[in-house]
């Protein structure tokens, strides 16, 4: 089976309690590539906390 990549997975836009609009990556229970799916969407969240952390990392020595 070929690997997926997370923009292979539909996305939705959910507004997150704090009011900000977040896309959220969809996995089907049921998907014949499940672990495929769930290893993108895992992917997705690590790429984005990356770049939130170096973010405010650079934020934070800008502010020092």
């Given at each position: ?52 952390r170096r973010e405010r990392a650079k934020d934070a020595d800008?502010?020092?």
């Amino acid at each position: 089976m070929t690997e997926k990549r997370p923009s292979d997975l539909p996305t939705k836009w959910k507004r997150a309690p704090n009011g900000e609009m977040i896309a959220v990556k969809v996995v089907q229970s049921d998907s014949e590539t499940l672990e495929y799916d769930l290893l993108a969407a895992f992917r997705s969240n690590v790429r984005r906390l990356k770049r939130e952390r170096r973010e405010r990392a650079k934020d934070a020595d800008i502010a020092a």
